[in-house]
């Protein structure tokens, strides 16, 4: 049985910091691609950043360049996102995916999901 499980969200005031962790199990991890995705109330699901199976490719959406990091430790099953410089308008609940597909962005190519962690930014 595949699962993904999540820890660091919470609430933190806009400039601060947080970093989110995902555990995978049941799978081999370092064959999967990881994403995060985030949802926020009332809106759909967006993609925010993704890591190559390898660890040697990254890639994010626009508004997070610079702001987030995304990294993974293959010995751990575990994919990263640093978040940095935070801003009420990344407040959601953020999602990592497992995914055997090269398609980073398309969050429908992705097959395995984590449960979801809220992030909550105060202004």
């Known amino acids: 049985q595949v699962q993904l499980v999540q820890s660091g969200g919470g609430v933190v005031q806009a400039g601060g910091s947080l970093r989110l962790s995902c555990v995978a199990s049941?799978?081999?991890?370092?064959?999967?691609?990881m994403g995060w995705f985030r949802q926020a109330a009332g809106k759909e699901r967006e993609f925010v950043a993704a890591?190559?199976?390898?660890?040697?490719?990254?890639t994010y959406a626009d508004s997070e360049k610079g702001r987030f990091t995304i990294s993974r430790d293959n010995a751990k099953n575990t994919v990263y996102l640093q978040m940095n410089s935070l801003k009420p308008e990344d407040t959601a609940v953020y999602y990592c995916?497992?995914?055997?597909?090269?398609?980073?962005?398309?969050?429908?190519?992705?097959?395995?999901w984590g449960q979801g962690t809220q992030v909550t930014v105060s202004s």
């Open positions: 890591i190559k199976w390898s660890g040697d490719y990254t």
């Open positions: 995916a497992a995914s055997r597909r090269t398609a980073y962005r398309d969050d429908g190519l992705y097959e395995y």
């Open positions: 049941g799978l081999t991890f370092s064959s999967y691609a």
